[in-house]
């Protein structure tokens, strides 16, 4: 049930992640990716799934290869009562700061979902009142839970999908291999060619900040 909006290598088996926090049917988890990375959005996803799903394979998506996720995702797609996908893009993240951008990304993915949650399970120790619907923040929820875990393995593959998207217009800095993350060829390419339209300007884009030029 699609809701892809976007505003402005070891598995584990299934006796380890949980299948429900709460006691109530329509539990969605939440996560967000690309919250360190210093261009592009972040991307959140919200996910419900179905009562006695299982998947020996699904986990924490940093804790999984890129072909695991790119196999995960459309069984995810296919199988869960209701997915959504929502980002914020760099420009909306220097105005109200990476944190509540993060939250606002997961409000409107639990906005775009065709069936209402009732309760929300957050990956991490932040969240802020979505309505009424009660909610936990889960440290490291993503490898605790498996509604989460297949939040972050949706917000993760959309986003790398998106961003592979964004370097064929700036292929300069190599976002299809590094995602906007702080990587070395990407901090080098910064110093080099300067700061693109997608890059957040109120991170620290190179190991010493300095004056850089802005593209257009």
Known sequence: MQRYIYFGNSS???????????????????????????????????????????????????????????????LIEREATAWAVALVDNEEIDRVNILK???????????????????????????????????????KGDGKYMSIAAASVLAKTHRDEYMRQLDKEYPAYHWAKNKGYPTRDHREAIAVHGISPLHRRTFQLLDRQMSLPFGD
Do not use: W
């Open 12 to 74: 584990r088996s299934e006796a380890m992640l949980e299948a429900k926090y709460s006691t109530c049917r329509l539990e969605a988890g939440c996560d967000e990716a690309g919250r360190g990375c210093l261009a592009g959005p972040v991307v959140a996803a919200a996910v419900i799934l179905p009562e006695g799903f299982r998947n020996e394979l699904l986990n924490d998506s940093k804790q999984l290869t890129e072909k695991q996720r790119e196999e995960l995702r459309p």
């Open 101 to 139: 951008a993060s939250i606002l990304a997961m409000h409107r993915a639990l906005d775009a979902l065709e069936v209402r949650p009732e309760y929300i399970l957050v990956d991490g120790n932040r969240f802020l009142p979505y309505g009424e619907t009660p909610y936990a923040c889960i440290v």
